[in-house]
C-alpha cells in the first residue's frame, strides 16, 4: 500500500491561501479519482478540489473555515500503489477557468507517468432510502446540489446520500422529490427549548462580516433621508412598460435611479469616487460604475452594472436583470462583481420607512432605496394621495459634507420627481 499527499493547489491570481468552506469526505471514507473532496474560497471565487487518485482517507489537513496556504498538506490518501508525490499547481487552462468563474474546480497537476492506482469502487447504496446524516452533522454535497436543494425547499439532512461516503446527488434529489417528503409530526403544547446551534462563520458570510467590519471602523458614516414624491415616475414608468417592445426588459424603479446617478454625478463628481485613505488620494471618475447589493442564498454581493453613462434606460434594466440572476445563481466572474465606484441598496417591498446603508469601502457614497407606500399630502388646498418612496443616502464624511451629501441628495428627488428630466441631454 501506498500513500498520496495532496497539497493544496495554486488557483492563479496570484492567490496565495484559501479558506476551507466544505469538505466531502472524512477520514475513512473510499474516494475515486477525480471525486470532489473539499471546496475552498478565494475572495469570491469558490473553486472545488477533486482527488487525483482513488483510495481511503487518512487525514485532513484543517478543519472549515481554516485558511490554508497554497502547497501546504491537504488530505493524506492511502492508495493501492507505491504513492506519488503530490501535485503543487493546476493546469494553466484550468487556473483560467477560476478566473472567470466564481465556482470552477481545480485539478491538482499529475507527476510524470505515475503509477495509476488501483480504483476504489463506492460501497453500495442501502435497499431503503432513509437519512444518513445526523442532525448536528452537515450533509455532504456540492454547491450545485445545495443550491437545488434550497431552490426545492428541501432539508439535505432528510436526503439519502449513495455516494461515497454518503454524499447526496443529484439523482438523490430526483429520488427524493418523486417519493415526495415524509410529514414531521407537530408538536403538542407548550414545551421549554434549550438547544443552542453553534453556526461557524465562513466562506462568503465571513467575506461580508470582514468587509462591514472594514467599512464601518474606517470610515464615518453620515446618513441623509428624504422622501420622494415618485408618483410621475410610476406612472412614466407603467406606461413604459405597457408599450415596450418585446425583447425590452419590463422596468423597476432602478433603471431610472441609474440614470439620475449618472446625471448627479456628473454635476456632482465628488461623490462618484474611490477613498484611498492610505494614500489620501479621492479618485474622481468620470465613469459610471453602479454597484447593485444584491441578496444571494449564499449571502450579499454586489455586482456591477459598468459604464451606465453610457446605456440607455432600457439597457441599464438588461444589464441589471442580467447580473442579479449571475449573482444570484452563482456564475458572475470576478470582474462583475468588482470595480463599482458607488452602490445602490434596495430592499424592494421590504424597503421599510428608512435605513442606514453602510458604505462600499473604498467608495464615498451608497444611495439605498425604501419601499413606495401611498400617503396623504396636503396640495395647498386638501389632502391628495401619492405615492411616496424614501431615499437613505450614506456619505463618507472624512471627504463629503453634509451641504454636498445634502445638495447631492436633492438633486435626485428633483429629477425622480420629475422624471422627463432624466431622458433630457446636457
Not at 157 to 164: E, F, N
Not at 228 to 249: C, F, G, S
Not at 336 to 362: D, F, K, M, Q, Y
Request: contains cysteine; aromatic residues 4%; hydrophobic residues 45%.
Amino acid at each position: 500500500m501506498g500513500e498520496f499527499i495532496l497539497k493544496m493547489p495554486d488557483v492563479g491570481e496570484g492567490v496565495a491561501e484559501a479558506e476551507l468552506v466544505e469538505w466531502h469526505v472524512k477520514p475513512g471514507d473510499p474516494v475515486r479519482e477525480d471525486m470532489v473532496l473539499a471546496a475552498v474560497m478565494t475572495d469570491k471565487a469558490t473553486v472545488e478540489i477533486p482527488s487525483p487518485v482513488s483510495g481511503k482517507v487518512l487525514w485532513l489537513g484543517a478543519e472549515i473555515g481554516d485558511t490554508i496556504a497554497v502547497k501546504a498538506p491537504l488530505v493524506r490518501i492511502e492508495t493501492a500503489g507505491e504513492g506519488e508525490p503530490a501535485p503543487d499547481s493546476v493546469p494553466e487552462a484550468l487556473a483560467d477557468a477560476v478566473r472567470e468563474e466564481p465556482v470552477a474546480v481545480a485539478a491538482p497537476a499529475k507527476a510524470e507517468a505515475p503509477p495509476k492506482p488501483q480504483r476504489v469502487e463506492p460501497r453500495p447504496a442501502p435497499a431503503e432510502p432513509r437519512p444518513v446524516h445526523d442532525a448536528s452533522m452537515k450533509p455532504l454535497a456540492s454547491p450545485a446540489v445545495r443550491l437545488r436543494a434550497r431552490e426545492s425547499g428541501i432539508d439535505l439532512r432528510q436526503v439519502t446520500g449513495t455516494g461515497p461516503a454518503g454524499r447526496i446527488t443529484h439523482e438523490d434529489l430526483e429520488l427524493f422529490l418523486s417519493r415526495g417528503a415524509e410529514a414531521v409530526p407537530a408538536q403538542v403544547g407548550l414545551a421549554r427549548k434549550t438547544a443552542v446551534e453553534e453556526i461557524k462563520v465562513t466562506g462568503l458570510r465571513r467575506r461580508i462580516a470582514e468587509k462591514m467590519s472594514l467599512s464601518t471602523s474606517r470610515i464615518p458614516h453620515i446618513t441623509y433621508v428624504e422622501e420622494v414624491d415618485v408618483t410621475a415616475l410610476e406612472d412614466l414608468r407603467a406606461t413604459m412598460n405597457r408599450d415596450r417592445k418585446p425583447e425590452q426588459p419590463k422596468l423597476t424603479v432602478l433603471p431610472f435611479l441609474m440614470r439620475a446617478l449618472v446625471k448627479t454625478a456628473a454635476e456632482q463628481p465628488g461623490v462618484n469616487a474611490i477613498f484611498d485613505d492610505h494614500a489620501g488620494i479621492v479618485h474622481r471618475h468620470a465613469a459610471v460604475h453602479i454597484g447593485i447589493a444584491t441578496q444571494t442564498p449564499a449571502g450579499l454581493t454586489v455586482p456591477v452594472v459598468r459604464h451606465a453613462e453610457a446605456r440607455s434606460i432600457w439597457d441599464c434594466a438588461s444589464e441589471l436583470n442580467r447580473l442579479a440572476e449571475a449573482a444570484r445563481t452563482g456564475t458572475a466572474t470576478r470582474d462583475e462583481l468588482t470595480g463599482s465606484t458607488i452602490t445602490i441598496s434596495s430592499l424592494g417591498a421590504l424597503g421599510g420607512i428608512a435605513s442606514t446603508p453602510v458604505i462600499n469601502h473604498p467608495e464615498v457614497a451608497i444611495v439605498g432605496v425604501n419601499k413606495i407606500a401611498v400617503r396623504p399630502v396636503w396640495d395647498g388646498t386638501q389632502f391628495v394621495p401619492r405615492k411616496i418612496m424614501n431615499l437613505s443616502s450614506s456619505f463618507d464624511h472624512r471627504v463629503i459634507d453634509g451641504w454636498d451629501a445634502a445638495t447631492f441628495v436633492q438633486r435626485l428627488k428633483t429629477l425622480l420627481e420629475t422624471p422627463a428630466l432624466i431622458f433630457v441631454e446636457g
